[in-house]
C-alpha cells in the first residue's frame, strides 16, 4: 500500500520553526501531524518552590492534514505532576488567558502562512 505524501515543509523544519517562536511548543508531545503548545500563563501559589507551582493557562493541539492546519484550544490548570486538567476559571482569569492566547495565535498563524503556506483555522 502506498504512503501518502504530504506536501509542504517536513516534520523536522515544522519542528524548528515552532521551536524558534518561543516557549510555547512541545516537541516530545508532538508527531509527524499534531502538534502540542501550552502556555503556563498564571502562577496560582508564587510561594511555594518552583518545581511545586501550580499554573493556569491554555494549550493547543494543531492538527496537519495534507496541507491544512486546525486547532483546537483548551483551558485548565497545569498540577505538580505536569499534568494539564481541565478546570473551571473565572472571568478575571480567563481574560488573561484569551488575551495572551490571542497573540500566540496571531503569530502562529503568519508563521504557518508565510512559512508554510497554509492556514490555520479553529476546529
Do not use: H
Amino acid at each position: 500500500m502506498p504512503e501518502t505524501l504530504i506536501k509542504g515543509p517536513s516534520r523536522g523544519r515544522l519542528f524548528k520553526l515552532f521551536t524558534d517562536m518561543g516557549p510555547y511548543f512541545r516537541k516530545l508531545q508532538s508527531d509527524e501531524n499534531k502538534f502540542f503548545f501550552d502556555c503556563l500563563e498564571i502562577c496560582i501559589d508564587a510561594e511555594e518552590e518552583p518545581e511545586n507551582r501550580i499554573f493556569l493557562g491554555w494549550w493547543i493541539i494543531v492538527t496537519r492534514d495534507d496541507n491544512k492546519f486546525s486547532y483546537e484550544r483548551f483551558n485548565g490548570m497545569y498540577d505538580i505532576e505536569a499534568n494539564w486538567v481541565d478546570k473551571k476559571i473565572n472571568k478575571k482569569q480567563m481574560k488573561q488567558l484569551d488575551e495572551s492566547f490571542e497573540v500566540f495565535i496571531t503569530k502562529l498563524t503568519d508563521l504557518i502562512d508565510v512559512e508554510v503556506g497554509c492556514e490555520l483555522k479553529p476546529i
